[in-house]
């Protein structure tokens, strides 16, 4: 069974950063494309950011575009979430999600339906 870990959330000012981490166990890593999904209270659960099985494809909602970052180290089974130019509308509960990347050529997802396994999330605040 995949478990998924993140970490790395806080409280941050407006204008500030975080990376957040998120790590894999229990299959191999490589063989599963990677979403960040956020959560805020009373909205629905929306994708920020994928990247590909490879590390080399990588996909954002336009809200994140230009300031947030998805990477992968897969030799080290994590996906990160670098955010900068932090905002008070990216305050939100923020998750890890894996999808199994040999049912599909499609590539990283933003259908949060497709995605098998999720982490427990970290909370994301930015104060203004």
């Known amino acids: 069974q995949v478990q998924l870990v993140e970490s790395g959330g806080g409280l941050v000012q407006a204008g500030g950063s975080l990376r957040l981490s998120c790590t894999f166990s229990?299959?191999?890593?490589?063989?599963?494309?990677m979403g960040w999904f956020r959560q805020a209270p009373e909205k629905e659960r929306e994708f920020v950011g994928g990247?590909?099985?490879?590390?080399?494809?990588?996909h954002y909602t336009d809200s994140v575009k230009g300031r947030f970052t998805v990477s992968r180290d897969n030799a080290k089974n994590t996906v990160y979430l670098q955010m900068n130019r932090l905002k008070p509308d990216d305050t939100a509960v923020y998750y890890c999600?894996?999808?199994?990347?040999?049912?599909?050529?499609?590539?990283?997802?933003?259908?949060?339906?497709?995605?098998?396994?999720w982490g427990q999330g970290t909370q994301v605040t930015v104060s203004s």
């Open positions: 990247i590909d099985w490879s590390g080399s494809s990588t």
């Open positions: 999600a894996a999808d199994w990347a040999g049912d599909s050529t499609a590539g990283v997802t933003s259908n949060l339906y497709s995605y098998d396994f």
């Open positions: 229990g299959r191999t890593f490589s063989m599963y494309h």
